[in-house]
């Protein structure tokens, strides 16, 4: 079995900035993607940015130029700094990874059990 724990959260003002992070913890396992996602209450999960194995980074829009993932493959942590926030970033921010078992195939998807970043204004 696979844990992602995920910390960083918390209340910032607009223009602030917060970094989260998300530990994939277990064994036998090979990561291929890791990423944030986010969700509104009443609303659809939302990608904001992954990054795969190979260092490969994709942003939504909405972040670009604000945002920044980056992992450390040694502790299968991925961070996001997040600068220049502003009150639509308000959401639960949730760390998923797709992995690989070493003796099964398939990709298997795992999530975190989210965090909450609140920007006020």
């Known amino acids: 079995q696979v844990q992602l724990v995920e910390s960083g959260g918390g209340l910032v003002q607009a223009g602030g900035s917060l970094r989260l992070s998300c530990t994939a913890s277990?064994?036998?396992?090979?990561?291929?993607?890791m990423g944030w996602y986010r969700q509104v209450s009443g609303k659809q999960r939302e990608l904001v940015a992954d990054?795969?194995?190979?260092?490969?980074?994709n942003y939504a829009d909405s972040v670009k130029g604000r945002f920044t993932i980056s992992t450390d493959n040694a502790k299968n942590t991925v961070y996001l700094q997040m600068n220049s926030l502003k009150p639509e970033d308000t959401a639960v921010y949730y760390c998923?990874?797709?992995?690989?078992?070493?003796?099964?195939?398939?990709?298997?998807?795992?999530w975190g059990q989210g965090t909450q970043v609140t920007v006020s204004s």
């Open positions: 998923k990874t797709v992995l690989k078992w070493r003796l099964i195939s398939g990709e298997y998807d795992y």
């Open positions: 277990g064994s036998l396992f090979s990561i291929n993607v």
């Open positions: 990054i795969s194995s190979a260092g490969r980074t």
